[in-house]
């Protein structure tokens, strides 16, 4: 470590975790998420936070930030401050003997949806935003944000480029970036890695560990893939779902022991260890979902092309206007990607890859009728567009729901109501059809416990199930689906897959944005790799 930063970690105090009997239940949920947790972390310790999906983790993390219930935080424990009055708290959680709440700036928390915590406009002042509110002088401030921005693989980006031109696993990085410039005594990560692409993942989980290395806080992360953390942390502890009479904690120790004496454990909780891949339906294996969904094979004969985009420039910003005398002329953005051509047919998959940066999303949404190309053009054959035209971008709401899916990358962004099955039922309703899928996907998703739950107090895996499964109920012909195997426990990995499976057997076309291997290998089908955009020109999207 060098001298300056010696200077500059000096004043970081790691924190210390004690649980006891500590639960939590959500307003309007009738179980606890936690229940019965007892739980010490040492100053210093860096534990990996393991369990299945809806076990509570992201709850727990809320908590030890001091926002759970706070109208002030972002994702599901905001959206629920407005009947937190309803939320049951049993027991104790302390952060170094005091309440959570009382130690604001002691933990720094990189939610799972980090657009929720980009809060200003530019880059620097978003990173520097944390450190400022500890009253950080401004000369360290701005050296801490130089080099948070450099641990994460950011800082070729200019400190005023605009944040909304961030993509999302670009918004991930800074998010990390925020936290490390505060220099806390307690890291909190949820999922910091699950929207990136390889080189990311490594290049995060390094920036992380440059960090603990530096000011030796402790660290509590959760994440699915233990692969990625397990080199890193001292201790796994792995959570069980809510339970009124059984502890919190299903199993607790240093990493191998843990992996090496509770193996068949984890995997029956669906817990990522490495080396396994859950059984999936083999493509082709029969029984398909053509009974649910009202639409069989014949219907959209396999390999048929629905839609197809050529020569395509795809942005999310507008065109501007520049005055001329007279009148005004049309400038259109600088496209984050150029010269796409694709290609989606009836009963296959494509899968789009490439850098975090490089437009995915943006082609993703594009394709889907949701953003206007550059130029170039998105159409649908007749047997996508029959009675609505042949572009997508120009179809009505009801025209494009019940031909066109699209799963965003952010789950919150399509919720419409305040209960899951009324969410489920929207898209029916909307098009005039019946709810027959709605007990199947409920079922088959695992979300029919949560028929009553408001959509935003959900986990992030069980959040990203709803939204595919609201899609879903309005039996679109095309799916795009942007990362949608987001905060899956192996479990409910397995049977996203192998519902998705299904459809495209049934003549269902599925396009995913991705960076699962495993995922796409179950798919099959073609691939799309899109490469990072050359310079970070004004108004573009620069890859990290």
Partial sequence: MSDSDTSACSGVRPATITARGWGWRHAGRPRPAVSGLDLDI???????????????????????AGVLGDSSAGGAAGRAAADAEDADE??????????PRAQRGRAGLMQQDPETQVVLSRLGDDVAFGAENLSVPPAEIWRRVAEALDDVGLGRLPLDHPTSALSGGQKQRLALAGILAMRPGLILLDEPTANLDPAGVLEVRDAVGRCLDKTGATLVVVEHRVSVWKGLVDRIVVLRPGSATDSAVLIDGPPDQVLAQARDMLTAAGVWVPGYVPPTRPRGAGGGAAGASGRSAAANAAGQLLLAAEDLAVSRERPRRAGLRGGFRPIPPVPVQSGITAQVRAGEALTITG??????????????????????????TLALSAGAGIDPYQ??????????????QEPEHQFVTGRVLDELMFGPRQLGRGEDRVDELLERLRLTELVDANPYTLSGGEKRR???????????????????????????WAELASFLSELLDDGTAVVSVTHDTEFSEVLGGTGLSLGAPESPEPGKVAAP
């Avoid at 040492?42 to 990996?48: A, H, I, N, Q, Y």
């Avoid at 104790?92 to 309440?99: Q, V």
């Avoid at 709803?466 to 409910?492: I, R, W, Y």
């Fill in 42 to 64: 040492r100053p210093g310790e860096r534990v990996l936070l393991l369990g299945p999906s809806g076990a509570g983790k992201s709850t727990l993390l809320h908590a030890l």
């Fill in 90 to 99: 049993t027991g104790r959680l302390l952060i170094d003997g005091a309440p």
């Fill in 355 to 380: 850098p975090n940066g490089s437009g995915k999303s943006t082609f993703a949404l594009t394709l889907a009728g949701l953003l206007a190309p550059v130029s170039g053009t998105v159409s649908a």
């Fill in 395 to 408: 179809w009505k709401a009801q025209q494009l729901i019940a031909r066109i899916g699209t799963v965003f």
């Fill in 466 to 492: 709803l939204s595919v499964a609201t899609v879903l109920a309005a039996h679109p012909q095309v799916l795009v689906l942007d990362e949608p195997t987001f905060g899956q426990d192996a479990n409910t």
